[in-house]
């Protein structure tokens, strides 16, 4: 490193310059005057700058105009008075401290390191209240991949791809913006206005295009994938807190089928509301039989053939109009209904399945979503094996699925009912697999016949090697325990081409095949079969 302290050769000025390369957070050197001598690689990734860009930059001059929007959005300032003893503003994480002098009277050095981005709750409260009078939108981003990135490639990747999202984040957000990092994998969005569903929902989808273009990280291309939970103000709260909790809750919901990256806080009395509008009918409609199956083909990737099926639920209602699945579960799960769809659900998958038997479609399982409080029901086990006499299949037909969250806060009892079913011979799968923090501890703990990857840990598998180096890991695993892996969300020829070159060999995604009704499938399964000599 070239720097005026080393030109200079003054006492003592090579040991800073190593001590500075050892300091884990962004931190820089600077002269008594505030102007930068040298600076370790973590700063000039938050700063953007190359190091030679950074050098005789005053401290003030780069703080306003470069750091300042990293740490606590554009509201950051550093204090002038840096000769007569460094200070700055508490409110901002920054550390700026005197060195002592080693090369004589006159001699002073700054470090300033860049601490913690988190950014005081109460501190928000204010910012709402007074900037944003007017309204605003808060979106909570996660960053999909940042432990796989830290298990491949160490932390020092993860820091590089989180201040590349940072240094998007900043150019994408709108005059009067403001963001933050708040730990981990999560960072913070404040967009001010107030601004309706449809606007919000443009605005996010715009904002994470940009986030998630392609990016090169030591040497490794890495599409970021991206998770954003909204909520807005007033409509959600005035308070940062409130609002804070509400975008979280939409965030978790975005690891619930079928929601895509992005979702809109609803309001808490929403859920009431929906409550209300939506019980009696739900109830009229599986009494009357009202709703509708629809089935997502299951792939093998190399022939191209129908090797199962994942049953979904649709409700279009004659005076309501069509509903969405995650509002109708919701309220089947609140208002004690779920037994019962569940039930009407696995009758016309079973009888749907025994009819393609008799016709000699041959269907080999399918796959239906299970719930957590289907299975707490004491009757639910034993319906499902009289469901199966009924219609004459056999436990190995059925797949079980349940979603990575649903599992990791699953009691004892469900886990201990799950295995007895597997005893029985029903086939088990974690879906969703990869959006959460422990699945495969509970992929061990509990006794998983198939493993459905996430979309989120495909979607650049073409190209990016880390994800490559993920897939192949849990390929390697699932050969060596015996577990099926399905990957969904396959869009692209090229990624179904790269998940065969890894090992991979069955699938679901557009790409694929679309849900199909119960006629479609039957006449996709007719198609395949092959005539006689």
Known sequence: MVSRVAEAGEPGAGAIEGLLQRIERPAALADGEGVILAANGAFCRRAGLELAALRQRSLQELCAADVAPLLAGTVASLRSDL?????????????????????????????????????????????????????A???HLQVLQLDLVRGRLGIAACEALIEEIAHRLEAALPAGGFFSRQG???LLALVPGAMGIDAVRDM??????????PTTVLEHVIEPSLNVGISRAPD?????????????????????????????????????????????PLALAIEQEQLELAFQPIIELESGRVIAAEVLCRWDDPVLGRQ????????????????SLGRWVMERAFEALRRWDVAGLQLGRICVNVSPL????????????MALERHQLTPGRIVLELTEGSILEMSTHVADQLRD??????????????????????????????????????????????????????????DATGIMVVVEGVERSRQRQMLLTLGCRHGQGYQLSAPLSEQELEALLQSQITPEA
């Open 83 to 135: 000769v007569g003893g460094p200070q700055i503003d508490a409110a901002i994480p920054l550390s700026l401290s005197r060195l002592p002098a080693t090369a004589g009277p006159g001699t002073v050095w700054c470090l300033l390191e860049l601490l913690d981005q988190r950014v005081n709750l109460a501190d928000l409260d204010g910012l709402v209240t007074d900037r944003y009078a007017d309204g």
């Open 137 to 139: 939108v808060l979106l």
């Open 184 to 186: 981990g994998d999560r």
């Open 204 to 213: 996010a989808g715009e904002l994470l295009t940009s986030l998630e273009s």
């Open 236 to 280: 959600d709260g005035s308070e940062f807190s409130v609002l804070l909790d509400a975008a979280t809750r939409a965030l978790e919901e975005t690891h619930r089928q079928p929601f895509p990256s992005c979702c809109i806080a609803a309001p808490v009395e929403r859920s009431v509301q929906l409550q209300e509008l939506l019980a009696r």
């Open 324 to 339: 969405s699945p995650a509002d109708f579960i919701d309220v089947a799960e609140a208002t004690a209904q779920i037994s």
């Open 374 to 385: 289907q299975v707490q029901d004491p009757t639910w086990s034993s319906d499902l094996l």
């Open 421 to 478: 079913l597997r005893r029985q011979g029903f086939a088990l799968a974690m879906d969703d697999f990869g959006t959460g923090y422990s699945g495969l501890q509970r992929l061990t703990e509990l006794p998983f016949s198939e493993v459905k990857i996430d979309r989120s840990l495909i979607s650049a598998i073409d190209y990016d090697q880390l994800q490559q180096a993920m897939l192949s890991a849990v390929i390697r695993l699932s």
